[in-house]
């Protein structure tokens, strides 16, 4: 089937360490997108790519990174300089930026010990 | 900066019952909304979708109202089902300058 695949769904890390989640597409899109989601919060974007090679900072860049290698691919880091890990992390796709719906997959939670 | 925002974090009704989710949003250029449905612990899903074009557009059971004069849409949701128990979001996906921005969420509850 098709869709937007984040791995893994759950993910424990000590203070210090830094993690990478996964997310792949096998929608041929374009933009990919990394939302964080805080308990009874909406989205606030990460980081998006909108070409293999390219990607912009959103409005909480700060102690992430990302990389996109592959147009199906778009794995963030998160790093130990991020001062409040602990978050749902929502990974999406769309057919390009600003143009149409996002399709979202399910999610991974990470939780800093 | 833009935003769109919902006027209520949580609503309650009784099964059965009309839902109606209210949303404002500040970007006079905005052309076109969306509508999500985010289950616990899973992504959002696309419910309905609106473009400035039209005021009214309805689906299984859904229905959203856009009204530019005020910058206000709603989703309602007829004969609230116990699975229709989630977190409902209104995004816009082309303000200028941005990409898709999100309202908080209004959390609904259906009550037996």
């Known amino acids: 089937d098709g869709g937007i695949t984040q791995s893994p769904k759950y993910l424990f890390r000590k203070e210090g360490q830094n993690v990478t989640l996964s997310c792949e597409q096998n929608l041929n899109h374009d933009a990919m997108y990394w939302y964080r989601q805080d308990p009874g919060q909406g989205l606030r974007l990460i980081y998006y790519s909108q070409i293999v090679n390219d990607f912009q900072k959103g409005d909480i860049a700060e102690g992430y990174s990302v990389s996109r290698e592959k147009k199906e691919s778009f794995p963030l880091t998160v790093t130990s300089a991020q001062k409040n890990p602990t978050a749902f992390y929502l990974c999406?796709?769309?057919?390009?930026?600003?143009?149409?719906?996002?399709?979202f997959g399910e999610g991974s939670r990470l939780t800093v010990l | 900066g833009e935003s769109v925002g919902l006027h209520l974090p949580t609503l309650s009704v009784q099964e059965g019952d009309n839902s109606i989710i209210n949303c404002a949003y500040s970007n006079s250029a905005s052309d076109y909304f969306i509508w999500y449905k985010q289950e616990s612990g899973k992504g959002p899903q696309f419910i309905i979708d609106?473009?400035?074009?039209?005021d009214k557009r309805q689906g299984q059971r859904v229905t959203v109202l856009l009204n530019k004069t005020v910058k206000h849409l709603s989703l309602q949701i007829a004969a609230t089902q116990p699975g229709d128990s989630a977190v409902y979001f209104c995004a816009d996906p082309r303000p200028e300058g941005q990409n898709f921005v999100f309202g908080p969420g209004t959390r609904l509850s259906v009550l037996p």
């Open positions: 609106i473009r400035s074009n039209m």
């Open positions: 999406a796709g769309s057919a390009g930026i600003n143009t149409g719906e996002l399709f």
